[in-house]
């Protein structure tokens, strides 16, 4: 059974650093995508960032550009996304998600796996 596992999240000042981690298990880690979406209270889900399959391509929203690190770790099968200089509108449950296709996406409906989420909050 595929799964994700979201960890790392928590409060933080504005300004501060996280990394958040993104556990897989269940597939083939490396025929994958893995694309990292956030959800604000009271606002629709958007994806942030993504590391593509075989080449480990990645892309990056323009409200996270030049902040945010994305980058995967095939032997311990996870990938990070590294958040630094946080604001307060950073603030936001985080998910990452699995896609079998080669490119890099941030359009939910091309990833399968979900993880469940792990919530940030970033004090002004």
């Known amino acids: 059974e595929a799964q994700l596992v979201e960890s790392g999240g928590g409060l933080v000042q504005t300004g501060g650093s996280l990394t958040l981690s993104c556990v897989a298990s269940?597939?083939?880690?490396?025929?994958?995508?893995i694309g990292w979406f956030r959800q604000a209270p009271g606002k629709e889900r958007e994806g942030i960032s993504c590391i593509s399959a075989i080449d480990r391509d990645t892309d990056y929203a323009d409200s996270v550009k030049g902040r945010f690190t994305i980058s995967s770790d095939s032997a311990k099968r996870t990938v990070y996304l590294q958040m630094n200089g946080l604001k307060p509108e950073d603030t936001a449950d985080y998910y990452c998600a699995a896609g079998l296709h080669v490119w890099t996406s941030k359009l939910e409906s091309e990833y399968e796996y979900w993880g469940q989420g792990t919530q940030v909050t970033v004090s002004t």
């Open positions: 269940g597939f083939r880690f490396d025929d994958y995508a």
